[in-house]
C-alpha cells in the first residue's frame, strides 16, 4: 500500500476521519497476512513509512502507525503519505531451538 490520505472530509470531523483511516489501514494489514507464505517462509513482515509528503517520509515499525499519524495532525498537517510493503521473512533461531 503506497497511499496518501487526508484529514479532512465532507461529512467526517477530522478525529473521525483518522479512526477510518486507520480501521483501513487494520484491514489492509489482516488482508496481506491471510495471503499464503511462498514456501521456507515463518511470516510477513512489514517495512512501513510515514510522512507528512513521499520526499520527507520516515520508516518506522508497523506498530508505531497509529501514534505517527495522531502526531502528524496534531503538528497541523492536512496530509500524510503512508507506505506498508509485506515481504516474507524467516524466524531468527534462539540459542534453545539450536540447542535441540
Known amino acids: 500500500m503506497k497511499k496518501s490520505f487526508t484529514f479532512a ?9 483518522i479512526d477510518s483511516i ?3 489501514i487494520k484491514k ?3 488482508r496481506e497476512r491471510r495471503k499464503k507464505l ?3 517462509t515463518d ?5 512501513c513509512k510515514i510522512g507528512a ?3 520527507v517520509s520516515e520508516t518506522l515499525e508497523l506498530k508505531d502507525i497509529g501514534k ?4 502528524i495532525f ?3 498537517h492536512g496530509a500524510f503519505y503512508l507506505e506498508i510493503l509485506a515481504r516474507p521473512a524467516y524466524k531468527s533461531k534462539t540459542k534453545e531451538t539450536q540447542k535441540k
Open 22 to 24: 486507520k480501521y483501513e
Open 74 to 76: 496534531s503538528q497541523g
Open 38 to 40: 511462498p514456501e521456507g
Open 68 to 71: 505517527s499519524i495522531d502526531n
Open 43 to 47: 511470516f510477513w513482515a512489514f517495512d
Open 9 to 17: 472530509s465532507k461529512n467526517k470531523t477530522p478525529e473521525r476521519n
Open 28 to 30: 489492509y494489514i489482516a
Open 53 to 55: 509528503d513521499e520526499s
